[in-house]
């Protein structure tokens, strides 16, 4: 159902419950990551920010997710398979064309690296001031939440994975991973925080959760020209220089 990645001979994490670690010697757990991506998108600017000013939108987010299995792997002693990574996004249509040529060409380049990537959409919104009685025009994303919370209801139903690692410090998810707990309890979930987006209440719901660093974001970009697999040449956007 969901292709393997890559394949790790290093000991790696068996994964998580949701009453805590649990370890289970000679098995081989299947990890899938779903990634919130506009709440890793406003880390990374937060991280730019925090640091030398150094862009680090060029993420090669195969590359970081995988390098975090380490760490579950020091509390659980076993084998693990990166079964797949979906992350969900949306095209910023109310943005300048640039930017939107960014995120295309970002996509493509996740997908061509193997990850699913799920698209949702913005919807246009009228605000009211009830001070002013003004109004202005915002625009919201729309689906990702819902989006992340049935994929993660598809992995545990079909038992695609022994282990769901969600990046992302949002709380609208609490919910979703609560029902999951409680109905498939031989899938074990936990949350990846990106830089400045840990959650206490998420990391109380699921205390094997960790915390993405910013050197982690500068240590894993793609190079400047990243080859795809259909053969032509992604080129680093010059904003991003």
């Not at 002693?77 to 095209?91: K, Q």
């Not at 202005?136 to 994975?161: G, M, P, W």
């Not at 609208?172 to 609560?178: E, I």
């Not at 206490?200 to 400047?224: C, M, T, V, W």
């Amino acid at each position: 159902m969901y292709s393997s990645l890559l394949r790790y001979g290093a000991t790696v994490p068996l994964g998580l419950r949701s009453e805590g670690f649990f370890a289970c010697n000679g098995t081989m757990n299947r990890v899938i990551f779903l990634v919130d991506g506009f709440n890793l998108y406003h880390s990374l600017v937060q991280a730019q920010k925090d640091t030398d000013g150094r862009c680090v939108k060029w993420l090669d987010l195969h590359a970081l997710c995988s390098s975090y299995l380490h760490i579950i792997g020091r509390q659980a002693h076993g084998r693990a398979d990166m079964e797949a990574i979906h992350y969900f996004s949306a095209t910023p249509t109310h943005r300048t064309k640039g930017a939107q040529h960014r995120h295309n060409l970002y996509m493509r380049c996740l997908q061509s690296s193997g990850i699913q990537v799920h698209l949702g959409r913005f919807k246009r919104k009228t605000v009211n001031c009830p001070l002013c009685h003004g109004s202005s025009i915002r625009y919201e994303e729309k689906e990702t939440d819902v989006a992340i919370a049935s994929q993660l209801f598809e992995i545990c139903h079909a038992n695609a994975a022994e282990f769901v690692v969600i990046v992302t410090g949002d709380t609208d998810l609490a919910p979703a991973v609560r029902t999951c707990q409680r109905l498939f309890r031989d899938v074990s979930i936990c949350f990846a925080f990106p830089y400045r987006r840990h959650n206490a209440e998420l990391k109380q719901l699921s205390p094997g959760s960790f915390n993405i660093g910013s050197r982690s974001y500068s240590r894993h970009q793609y190079p400047d020209t990243l080859r795809l697999s259909d053969g032509t040449e992604a080129a680093k956007p010059r904003e991003w220089r």
